[in-house]
Structure formats: structure tokens, C-alpha cells
T-cell receptor
Framework: EPEVTQTPSHQVTQMGQEVILRCVPI?????FYWYRQILGQKVEFLVS????????KSEIFDDQFSVERPDGSNFTLKIRSTKLEDSAMYFC???????????FGPGTRLTVL | DAKTTQPPSMDCAEGRAANLPCNHS???????VYWYRQIHSQGPQYIIH???NNETNEMASLIITEDRKSSTLILPHATLRDTAVYYC???????????FGEGTQLTVNP
């Protein structure tokens, strides 16, 4: 069964550093997402991406965040200057049709020191 | 998207059916009911979704009341591996985000 993969599984960084989280979605899927989950809290939507542009974003997704599909397969989330409060699990997701099931990756645990 | 209400926790004996309720009294006509689960900080996993008819797949059954104001997810023979947080999410066809609530922590006991 096809699955979403994410790298790295755990990233430790210093406050103020840039990080790039990577996702390989299921091939032929068209809609891509990033969610995050701060330890002990709810899963929160960050951004959705379709047809090479952001289609929806939450209030969390400010100017420090950006997404792209640099090579048409990988889907990345960049945090320009990390803050302590960015420490969380980051989940990539994708689906084939908008109303269909979303497939989530295993997540990247980001720890900002 | 309509708000949902779920009990914070439930227990179930292994091998028995787990029935997880969800209230969504403000659901509108074009909104679907989705169920996902999250096993201990893993990525959320899709279970099932439906509009107004009952649905069944290899994982579970979804029973939606006739007035669509509530639904029940049924795991027919719960196993220890079904211990997870279960999320009931109502979402329309427009817009892409899933809004996760607190969910129900289901604990399956041996």
C-alpha cells in the first residue's frame, strides 16, 4: 500500500535557525497539507497546497513559514527562523480528491532549543 | 464546518464492539462526517466517512442518524491495537482543512 514518508524523523535545532522538513507524498495525489501537533495538544492545520500554490492557510502559518514542491515530488515546509514555540510534531498529508481521505505521514518531531 | 462533541474517553473489552458517539447538531446538508484516529503521536489515520447513509469498510461501520445530528463509529471486534484517540470531524466539500478537536481516547483492555 502506498504511503507518505517524512524526513527527518527528529530534528533538533537552535532558536533562530532555519529548518526544512521534507515529505514524499503518494504519487499522483494532487492536494498537499502540513499539520502540526504541539505535545499534548490538538492536531492543527497549517497550510494546504494545490496546483503549485497555497490554497488555504491558517493564522499559524505566518511569514516565517513557506512551502514548496521543488522537484514536483517532494513537498517541503520551511521555517525561516525557528522559535521555541515551534517545537512540535509536523505531519504532512495528501489526498487524491478534495473530499476524499487524507493520508498522513509519520511526522517529524521538531525540537527547538 | 460544524462543531462536534465527543466523550473524552471510553473503555472497551478486547473482542467486543466499540461504539464511539459523536454529536454534530449544527451539521449542514453538504457536510460529511469523517472519522480519523491517532495512535500515540503517530500520524492521524483515516477510518471512514459518510454523508447520510450508513457506511462500512474493512475497518469500521459508520451509523448516521436520520436527522444527521449525530453518528456512531463502530469497531466490531476491538483489539488492543485499536487503542487510540478517535476524532469525529465534520467538513463540507469546499475548503481543504480538517479541524481536529480533542477526540475520544479509546482504551481497549485485555
Amino acid at each position: 500500500e502506498p504511503e507518505v514518508t517524512q524526513t527527518p524523523s527528529h530534528q533538533v535545532t537552535q532558536m533562530g535557525q532555519e529548518v526544512i522538513l521534507r515529505c514524499v507524498p503518494i504519487s499522483n495525489h494532487l492536494y498537499f497539507y502540513w499539520y502540526r501537533q504541539i505535545l499534548g495538544q490538538k492536531v492543527e492545520f497549517l497550510v494546504s497546497f494545490y496546483n503549485n500554490e497555497i490554497s488555504e492557510k491558517s493564522e499559524i502559518f505566518d511569514d516565517q513559514f513557506s512551502v514548496e514542491r521543488p522537484d514536483g515530488s517532494n513537498f517541503t515546509l520551511k521555517i525561516r527562523s525557528t522559535k521555541l514555540e515551534d517545537s512540535a510534531m509536523y505531519f504532512c498529508a495528501n489526498n487524491l480528491v478534495l473530499a476524499g481521505e487524507k493520508f498522513f505521514g509519520p511526522g517529524t518531531r521538531l525540537t527547538v532549543l | 464546518d460544524a462543531k462536534t462533541t465527543q466523550p473524552p474517553s471510553m473503555d472497551c473489552a478486547e473482542g467486543r464492539a466499540a461504539n464511539l458517539p459523536c454529536n454534530h447538531s449544527t451539521i449542514s446538508g453538504n457536510e460529511y462526517v469523517y472519522w480519523y484516529r491517532q495512535i500515540h503521536s503517530q500520524g492521524p489515520q483515516y477510518i471512514i466517512h459518510g454523508l447520510k447513509n450508513n457506511e462500512t469498510n474493512e475497518m469500521a461501520s459508520l451509523i448516521i442518524t436520520e436527522d444527521r445530528k449525530s453518528s456512531t463509529l463502530i469497531l466490531p471486534h476491538a483489539t488492543l491495537r485499536d487503542t487510540a484517540v478517535y476524532y469525529c470531524i465534520v467538513k463540507g466539500t469546499s475548503g481543504s482543512r480538517l479541524t481536529f478537536g480533542e477526540g475520544t481516547q479509546l482504551t481497549v483492555n485485555p
